[in-house]
């Protein structure tokens, strides 16, 4: 048996749209089907404004340029997070620092990020880790206290609530990911969402290029002009077509993603009840939207060894983050205060095959696996 650790699901209809996209004679940006998905995402998440984004990292560079990160600015995240994270911020001249991760939990630990706060923070970004989101109202009440922003990265995070709220409509702005390990993916591709008025017209500069094109295309200006900093940030019409697609979909593929994570759940409950390895936590403020099933082992040797087995039967797990107060790049940069959670997340976090064509018996397959590895342990 072959279990790969992700395979792109393809609805039916993404050939047909992008068919669709190249007659309209309009590929580039900003076209019918990005108007669709723009229009999609505002009402079924209330978010105030949309824009498709080539990627969740350039969302989050435009987020940095909104907010005009400068040099000496302090910006307060994770350790235990993708890289682009942090890079949108180190772009602008930001130095990072980096709060642990709960222990039960690799979100961020918001109670110590009070004490990470000085008068040169401007921003704080909580990531949603495997779309389980962070304990916002706390980080609300210091944004409020301490006048920063609240950038929230949901690249994981689509479809999935704190307290009743969609994630990403918290924040000043969120990012999201439709790359193609995402529950909703377009091979490639992001989103910006804005939930704060101030910064509406501005992103639209940006993402074009610092120009306000499309002001003149909506006849709001008689000639446009380079106005302002930007980028090339809108993606091919193409990719919005294919993304449509998924988002039509949105309601089944998570149904089928929840079946197969409570499968998961159900199967190593035993073995996390004996205190041979952690399931993942949801907190009664969060909801679950099945972007990934995870396990904790006890140590990295045990993860190791756990690899190595489901390698040897042909299931393809893989680890995940690397804390980045450690990485080559940023640690001689990082204060030096230990995060002893993000590094044990680093060390025993295992990531599991989840995908939506992933069969029940391929699920017990995998579980049967892991539970003999942890059999005598």
Not at 87 to 109: E, I, K, Q, T, Y
Not at 154 to 183: C, V, W
Request: hydrophobic fraction near 40%; include cysteine.
């Amino acid at each position: 048996m072959n279990i790969p650790f992700n395979k792109p699901y393809l609805t039916g209809k993404e050939g047909h749209y992008i068919y669709q996209a190249v007659l309209s004679g309009k590929i580039s940006g900003d076209g019918v089907f990005t108007k669709k998905c723009h229009a999609f995402f505002e009402k079924t998440f209330g978010f105030k404004k949309t824009l498709l984004t080539t990627s969740c990292t350039d969302a989050l560079e435009m987020a940095a340029l909104l907010i005009n990160i400068e040099p000496g600015d302090e910006v307060i995240l994770p350790s235990y997070t993708f890289v682009s994270t942090a890079n949108a911020f180190v772009l602008r001249g930001a130095r990072l620092v980096f709060v642990d991760s709960g222990r039960d939990n690799p979100n961020m630990d918001v109670s110590k990020v009070e004490a990470c706060i000085t008068p040169k923070t401007k921003a704080i970004v909580p990531v949603h880790y495997a779309g389980i989101a962070v304990d916002m109202d706390p980080l609300l009440e210091l944004a409020s206290k301490h006048n920063l922003f609240i950038i929230e990265d949901a690249a994981q995070a689509i479809d999935s609530y704190y307290k009743g709220r969609p994630l990403g409509s918290i924040g000043n702005m969120a990012a999201f990911s439709f790359h193609e390990t995402k529950n909703i993916m377009a091979g490639e591709g992001g989103m910006l969402a804005i939930n704060d008025d101030r910064f509406t017209h501005r992103a639209e500069i940006i993402r074009e290029k610092g120009t306000n094109r499309s002001a003149f295309f909506r006849g709001e200006v008689d000639k446009y002009g380079w106005v302002d900093l930007g980028s090339s940030f809108l993606p091919s019409d193409i990719i919005a077509a294919f993304l449509y697609a998924q988002l039509e979909n949105l309601k089944d593929i998570q149904e089928r993603r929840r079946i197969l994570w409570d499968r998961y759940y159900k199967a190593l409950s035993p073995l996390a009840s004996q205190g041979k390895l952690t399931l993942p936590y949801i907190p009664t403020f969060a909801t679950n939207n099945a972007h990934m099933f995870y396990l904790v082992c006890r140590s990295l040797d045990e993860r190791n060894g756990l690899i190595a087995l489901l390698k040897e039967k042909g299931i393809y797990a893989v680890f995940h983050y690397i804390s980045l107060h450690t990485s080559p790049y940023y640690k001689d940069k990082h204060d030096g205060r230990e995060l002893p959670n993000a590094d044990h997340f680093t060390d025993c976090l295992l990531r599991l095959p989840l995908f939506y064509e992933l069969a029940e018996e391929q699920v017990d397959f995998i579980t049967d696996t892991i539970h003999a590895y942890y059999a005598g342990k």
